[in-house]
């Protein structure tokens, strides 16, 4: 398909195990985007990229998250030394250009559990 | 900080009633976004608000940007079992980046 993937769907990990979720821009887009989704709430702002530079990462809970996209197309996100608050969704983003009224396409999300 | 403050958290109406939705927040923001995401899926664009006073239709939904561009309403006609789902807000905070500040979401249940 065109749109954002991301894998895996669904991840279960003991806490303390490190994990890596990856994302699958549409082919192209410019701009992405990580955002950490709790059950019932909006979407909270992780990490973003233009292109292969990690522009901004304030929204990074802890020294245990990092991203990367390497080549400027997919990206992972990596999660070490889990904790039972890391659980939730995980949602990538992409977009043509980072600018204004630059419509936002979404992954269907991994979700996280940390047992 | 910028929030979004977006109420009611949860809806439940019959089929046939109108609704609507609000956002609010203190700050300006360059373009406002609602957005609708089915369980187990990612959020959808329903529209962009970016002029302030600016009003929106798309079929029976109706969306409005405050004059003053912080805050923003979503109105449904008629609501009808298809439309429930969790509807949110997203302000973007810098006309650079692109970076989208969510609301917390409303939970809308049509029973029919």
């Known amino acids: 398909g065109a749109g954002v993937s991301q894998s895996p769907r669904y991840k279960v990990a003991k806490r303390g195990q490190d994990v890596a979720l990856r994302c699958d821009p549409i082919?192209?887009?410019?701009?992405l985007f990580w955002y950490q989704q709790a059950l019932g709430q909006g979407p909270e702002f992780l990490t973003y990229?233009?292109?292969?530079?990690?522009?901004?990462k304030s929204g990074l809970p802890s020294d245990r998250f990092f991203a990367e996209r390497p080549e400027g197309s997919v990206s992972t996100l990596k999660i070490q030394r889990t904790q039972q608050e890391d659980s939730a969704v995980y949602l990538c983003?992409?977009?043509?250009?980072?600018?204004?009224?630059?419509?936002?396409?979404f992954g269907d999300g991994t979700r996280l559990s940390i047992l | 900080t910028q929030l979004l403050e977006q109420s009611p958290q949860f809806l439940s109406i019959q089929e046939g009633e109108n609704l609507t939705v609000y956002c609010n927040s203190s700050?300006?923001?360059?373009?406002l976004q609602w957005y609708r995401q089915e369980p187990g899926e990612g959020p959808v664009l329903l529209v962009t608000?970016?002029?302030?006073?600016e009003v929106k239709k798309l079929k029976r939904l109706t969306f409005q940007f405050g004059d003053a561009r912080k805050d923003s309403s979503l109105h449904i006609t008629a609501a009808q079992p298809g439309d429930t789902g969790l509807y949110l807000c997203?302000?973007?905070?810098?006309?650079?980046?692109?970076?989208?500040?969510f609301g917390q979401g409303t939970t809308l249940q049509v029973k029919p």
């Open positions: 990229f233009q292109n292969e530079a990690q522009l901004d």
């Open positions: 082919s192209g887009h410019v701009s």
């Open positions: 608000v970016v002029t302030g006073g």
């Open positions: 997203a302000g973007e905070v810098s006309s650079n980046t692109g970076k989208l500040i």
């Open positions: 983003a992409s977009s043509l250009l980072g600018a204004v009224n630059q419509p936002q396409h």
């Open positions: 700050s300006v923001f360059s373009s």
